[in-house]
């Protein structure tokens, strides 16, 4: 394992800080695992039994091997952590590592004899896979700008934290009927696809300028589509935690546990609809004890503690240089910073033709030596399947887009056509019944082409190889989904899905397209959205403008 | 079967019941069969499925000397939610058994949310069962159980 003073973790960088009891608290976890496989193989564990405790930890079982999927604590990871993944790729794995759209990162080519030591690896960086799998509470996330963009009214981290903690091994809660993913934001502005998870929270202020919670329930992608729906307006910061036990135990109680397709939150809630399931969340915020499970506010300023701003330099507003390819860069890749003179830089995962989300250990280790330069040492991981370096001086950009260029990882491209999200499909994933990544990699190709000679601007393609949806296909602005068809790879295209504000599930254009199909009809689509577009408009506000028609003319008009 | 309590096999002393006629001593039957139980001069117990809602069982509660739960496969976790409830909403003092599909990985979440007894396989080694219990000592959420019962966010600015 690497030496101290490579794991030095940086002074500035934001990350929760693990106590003593933290620590302990992973060592033990980590030997229950290590028995848990023993009993396993002495027999003592049947699979049956084993599978959901291995998952727990992270551990799936794909094509080809293992998979151990790290949990990256709502995406926020310091440069020591990064290069602990760099070594963890290139000492237990082929090298690389896989960002995910849950802001964890996978290794695919994982032994299931290197498990314990790889998480004793991960231990040593304060970091772990608990709950990345399973029938649990997941790996919150949040927006990969926390605390550092201008229109956040409260840091999501410390709230995502305090769920961190709370969903941990919880005594109720960790044999679900199935998944459960919570997603906390700070700004109006959704990033984070907020109302496609089972619970979405949104952190506000009262007039008085205390914090509470707009809560909405019910959302989650899979075989059946569905937008979350408001639950509470403004819960008061103390009953955080009794709103989301009350929630847990309703959903524990009376979610479906027989069909896995019907097993998730979503289904509850629309079968009792959103009064009926909210009537029973009351019912039990009734019966339940304030004391024990009051957020106290000496609880969050402990937690705030941990994310205190980095001490920013008085840095002067600049002229940046007029590089064209820098410039593009800049336009795409970075966002505006409360802080005066700082921004937030995104690095694409996306290179033209590549894999989403891939990134080399090579590729870690520059980025935790830029990220030790320009960003108190500090990265974010984005449900884009990109990394984040959130404050960046902007008389720096420069020095550290040339370091990204060298490291192959300046793709100018963030929310563009090329920025698509894609899962892992059929070259690795078990569930899968298509292939994702060179469907994604043909696309890419096609749309950089046409995003050169037409400026297509905001754009979202998402892929997912099966319909359990890992790559957001439904609101992507082109979503796509691999099926099988005869035996046969077969793609459907849905149009004008969208995440964030103007959340909306994608339609059906048509009959599905075969795998050597699909790319051009990504590029008809498009070419029909520049015939028809006005100044300036996106693809989706075309399609919304004009409807599926032309869409449909042009893909399916007998020629 | 053997019953587990605080790490430890231990004599039964009850018997369940699920029909034919009811024998002398504790008894542990199904809901159905409460009101022909109750009356009698002797421990009483119930045992109910993990799709019963608690609440029905309030009557009977300040009667019952046992309410037993069940996780009828492992992966189950309706059973976790009866026994907080039995113990947080209900009060209730009485032993929580546990039975059914229980894997030793399970006994330290039941035992924080108020369990007192597993029904384990035959030829099961209590000593499996102390050690997945003590594995994992640290616990971050509120229990029902003595041990521990404040959640460690709020320990830690206690």
């Not at chain 1, 639950?231 to 935690?241: I, K, Q, S, T, Y």
Request: charged letters at 20%; a neutral charge.
């Amino acid at each position: 394992m690497p030496e101290a003073p490579f794991l030095r973790v940086p002074e500035h960088a934001r990350t929760y800080r693990y106590d003593a009891v933290d620590r302990e608290f992973l060592a033990q976890r980590i030997a229950e695992f290590r028995g848990q496989v023993r009993r396993r193989l002495a027999g003592e564990l049947t699979e049956d039994e084993f599978k959901p405790l291995r998952l727990m930890n992270g551990l799936y079982l794909q094509l080809h091997a293992y998979m151990l999927r790290v949990a990256i604590p709502y995406g926020v990871l310091n440069s020591a952590q990064l290069r602990q993944l760099a070594y963890i790729a290139r000492r237990w794995d082929r090298g690389w590592g896989h960002f995910t759209t849950r802001q964890n990162i996978q290794f695919n080519w994982t032994r299931l004899v290197d498990v314990p030591e790889m998480l004793e690896a991960l231990a040593a960086v304060d970091m772990h896979a608990i709950q990345t799998s399973g029938n649990c509470i997941r790996n919150t996330t949040t927006d990969e700008f926390a605390g550092a963009s201008p229109d956040e009214v409260a840091d999501p981290r410390v709230y995502a934290e305090i769920l961190r903690q709370w969903s941990s091994l919880h005594p109720e809660f960790t044999w679900l009927p199935r998944k459960f993913k919570i997603a906390v934001r700070g700004a109006e502005d959704d990033r984070i696809a907020s109302r496609t998870h089972d619970v979405a929270v949104q952190l506000k202020r009262d007039p008085a300028g205390a914090v509470g919670f707009t809560i909405h329930v019910g959302g989650g992608m899979g075989r059946t589509p569905i937008l979350g729906v408001p639950l509470f307006d403004f819960v008061p910061e103390a009953e955080f935690l009794r709103v989301m036990e009350a929630i847990l135990r309703v959903y524990n109680a009376l979610g479906q546990r027989e069909n896995i397709y019907r097993a998730r939150i979503k289904i509850l809630v629309r079968d009792l609809g959103r009064d009926g399931f909210l009537a029973l969340v009351q019912d039990e915020l009734a019966r339940m004890p304030v004391e024990p499970y009051r957020l106290a506010p000496e609880v969050v300023q402990a937690i705030r503690a941990h994310f205190a701003p980095p001490p920013f330099a008085a840095a002067e507003a600049v002229a940046l240089p007029a590089d064209p390819a820098f410039a593009a860069w800049v336009r795409h890749n970075t966002r505006p910073h409360r802080q005066p003179g700082y921004a937030s830089a995104v690095i694409s995962l996306k290179p033209v033709g590549g894999i989403p989300g891939d990134a080399t250990a090579e590729q870690m280790e520059a980025l935790a030596e830029l990220a030790d330069r320009h960003g108190f040492g500090e990265l974010r991981v984005s449900h884009t399947q990109n990394l984040v370096l959130p404050h960046v001086r902007r008389d720096e950009l420069h020095a550290l887009w040339q370091g990204l260029r060298a490291a192959g990882l300046a793709t100018a491209n963030f929310g563009q056509g090329t920025d698509i999200i894609a899962c892992p499909g059929l070259d690795y994933c078990a569930l899968a019944n298509a292939r994702s990544i060179p469907i994604s990699q043909q696309i890419s190709e096609r749309v950089d082409a046409l995003d050169r000679a037409h400026a297509l601007g905001e754009l979202q393609i998402k892929i997912s190889g099966c319909i359990n949806a890992c790559g957001h296909h439904h609101v992507g602005h082109i979503g796509i989904l691999g099926v099988d068809k005869h035996g046969a790879e077969a793609y459907q295209i849905t149009l004008g899905g969208a995440p964030g504000n103007d959340a909306a599930i994608g339609e059906l254009i048509g009959p599905s397209f075969g795998y050597d199909a699909v790319a051009g009809a990504v590029e008809t689509i498009l070419r029909t959205h520049i015939a028809h577009r006005q100044p300036g408009e996106r693809f989706l506000d075309t399609y919304r403008r004009i409807g599926q028609a032309p869409f449909k003319e042009a893909l399916y008009a007998v020629a | 079967m053997p019953l587990l309590e605080d790490g430890r096999l231990v004599a039964d002393h009850w018997a369940s019941v699920a029909d034919g006629p009811l024998p002398e001593g504790a008894v542990i039957v199904p809901p159905a069969r409460l009101a022909e139980a109750a009356p009698r001069n002797a421990p009483l117990g119930v045992s109910i499925g993990n799709d019963v809602q608690v609440d029905t069982l309030a009557p009977w509660l300040p009667r019952l000397a046992l309410v037993q739960v069940t996780l009828p496969k492992s992966k189950d976790g309706r059973a976790f939610s009866q026994i907080r409830a039995l113990r947080e909403y209900h009060g209730f003092r009485g032993e929580i058994r546990v039975a059914g599909h229980v894997i030793p990985d399970h006994y330290a979440m039941l035992l924080r949310c108020g369990a007192s007894t597993v029904v384990v396989p035959e030829g099961s080694d209590p000593a499996v069962w102390r050690a997945a219990r003590r594995v994992v000592s640290i616990a971050y959420q509120h229990a029902q159980s003595a041990e521990q019962p404040l959640a460690l966010l709020r320990r830690r600015v206690a």
